[in-house]
């Protein structure tokens, strides 16, 4: 039997080769209509497929719950020539390969070493979550808040995923039950341009960055890394060891700017730059961290042009993509007393509609690997995301994870899977997303109020994130009175040492530098809004001014 949205792994059928069908054609093989995928269809497919059944290891993929759709578009590039060395000579896991053959009926396993659940000494696992829409502590109080994952729901309850499967070992892709779930998300709300697009679980952005630097980036070529001037400071820490330098491009208020990208990559000199070419770009499109900037559509476009232009492989690290707000309104900022949210009744298509394209969304060549995560977006400590890329890209990825991380938690996957899938399902996770879009939007208004509140002007000035979780104070230092005797980064020092002596945490600027051996173009700070209450950040930013104020001596 084919698996396809649901079903059964007990025999996998291909899809139908498509690499060649005509995108604009109405209809596919069969007499199907090449329709984008929608809430309700993700429904009528399941319906339709029955219970998905996938045991401990079972194998699974994205082609397995992709909608017909998907395969109405022409195949991805294939990415050989830009591979590393390690990367092309992985083998697949022999031991993961032989639990291929567990999907034969009536074989009895002398094979894998895969203990028995009967010895596993947790027989449930419970927790208490909000419901949509309110999603707040008194629905936590319902019946069916409490969620509780047996070890046998599988044989005892006719469920989908229980202890059994999720705390034995698996494939490094991730368990079928939240491979199939990350797979109908993708295509619902980013309906990549190409065939054949798989996912694969990660244990976060962080953790799938660095495998992806293991696929694509080699010492021995003397390969280097192009990203934004400024840029998250984890990634800059996980290019250095590995060997591989970094250039940055300049940015502005919307982020990397393609003049930049360009200019750089066309006049790259090998011999001063002391590294080959660049091949891949890494960027985070919405939210950047720290600069809080978020690509336009044109933006993202421009850059994705250029890169195909140059041959560049793109990095897409999107963790703050859900956290798009409306612009910011002084006179009615969010964060004032009984200020309501006109966005927070949207209905989900609203809510997809209003999205910015990610860079995955037009990339027709599939030269993006995007990273989502569901740390910015749920709980951090689930160290679980997913990666979307060509077949190509993710089978060399799952190679790598195979012999190394071997994918996410089983306590993650089974609790992610009773949250999203047989809990809140696809659209109770988007209605969670808009309401966290709302506490953002609360939360970065009521910084950007006390900025305006406490802040020298002449001195200080930033511009309103329109998504994600940071603030990226620019100080002007040419006006400093010790301009001449100290240098930019010295006066950056003075101030964070007189913020940490009154009491608050400013990020330096310079710690996001991506070329540490270039002095920066701007003095800046990095503030956030993610945990600190309204009052504290009043306090924090009335110190950081006060700082910032003693530094200039004004």
Not at 44 to 67: P, V
Not at 159 to 179: C, E, K, R, T
Not at 436 to 465: F, G, M, N
Request: charge should be negative; hydrophobic fraction near 35%.
């Amino acid at each position: 039997m084919s698996l396809t949205n649901g079903g059964t792994v007990d025999g996998v059928v291909p899809p139908p080769n498509l690499a060649h069908h005509d995108r604009s054609s109405a209809d596919g093989p069969d007499g199907w209509a090449p329709e984008p995928l929608t809430l309700a269809g993700i429904a009528a497919r399941r319906a339709k497929a029955g219970k998905l059944i996938a045991g401990t290891a079972a194998y699974s993929d994205s082609d397995m719950f992709k909608s017909p759709q998907a395969y109405s578009q022409r195949k991805a590039r294939r990415w050989d020539h830009l591979l590393s060395p390690e990367a092309v000579a992985r083998k697949p896991c022999i031991l993961k390969q032989a639990a291929t053959y567990l999907k034969q009926p009536g074989i009895l396993s002398l094979g894998g070493g895969l203990p028995s659940s009967e010895n596993f000494p947790i027989e449930s696992l419970s927790l208490q979550v909000p419901h949509p829409p309110r999603f707040d502590k008194a629905s936590t109080k319902t019946p069916s808040s409490s969620l509780t994952i047996g070890k046998h729901d599988i044989r005892d309850k006719d469920g989908v995923f229980d202890l059994s499967v999720a705390l034995n070992y698996s494939q490094s892709s991730g368990s079928a039950q939240m491979i199939r779930w990350v797979t109908e998300h993708t295509e619902l709300v980013f309906r990549p341009p190409y065939a054949d697009w798989r996912c694969a679980l990660s244990v976060g952005s962080t953790g799938a960055l660095d495998s992806a630097l293991r696929l694509f980036c080699d010492r021995n070529r003397r390969d280097a890394i192009i990203t934004d001037e400024y840029t998250f400071s984890t990634a800059l820490e996980s290019f250095d060891p590995l060997g591989i330098k970094v250039f940055g491009v300049l940015v502005d208020e919307e982020g990397l700017l393609p003049g930049s990208l360009d200019e750089i990559l066309s006049n790259w000199d090998e011999g001063v730059r002391g590294a080959r070419k660049p091949t891949v770009l890494y960027t985070v499109p919405s939210g950047e961290n720290p600069t809080g900037a978020t690509m336009g559509i044109q933006r993202r476009k421009d850059v994705y042009d250029i890169c195909s232009k140059h041959d560049v492989f793109i990095f897409e690290d999107d963790p703050y993509y859900y956290l798009q707000m409306p612009p910011y309104d002084k006179a009615n900022s969010a964060a004032r007393p009984g200020a309501v949210d006109a966005h927070a009744s949207q209905t989900t298509d609203e809510f997809l509609k209003s999205l910015i394209p990610t860079m995955l969304s037009i990339d027709v060549d599939g030269r993006v690997l995007r990273m989502d995560s569901f740390s910015k977006v749920l709980v951090p400590g689930s160290r679980m995301g997913w990666v979307t890329g060509s077949e190509q890209i993710i089978e060399r990825y799952t190679r790598y994870n195979e012999c190394s991380t071997q994918g996410p938690s089983g306590f993650s996957q089974a609790l992610m899977y009773k949250l999203l899938d047989e809990t809140w399902g696809h659209e109770g996770y988007l209605r969670w997303l808009i309401h966290l879009r709302s506490e953002y939007t609360q939360r970065r208004d009521a910084l950007l109020d006390a900025c305006e509140k406490h802040l020298p002007k002449d001195i200080v000035s930033w511009t309103p994130p329109a998504a994600g979780m940071f603030l990226w104070i620019h100080v002007d230092h040419t006006g400093h009175p010790n301009k001449g005797r100290k240098t930019m980064l010295e006066i950056e020092e003075e101030i964070f040492d007189s913020c940490i002596e009154r009491g608050v945490l400013a990020c330096r600027g310079s710690w996001f530098h991506a070329e540490k051996d270039v002095e920066p173009t701007g003095l800046f700070f990095r503030t956030t809004f993610a945990a600190a209450s309204q009052a504290e950040m009043d306090v924090a930013i009335q110190r950081f001014g006060q700082a910032v104020r003693a530094s200039f001596g004004v």
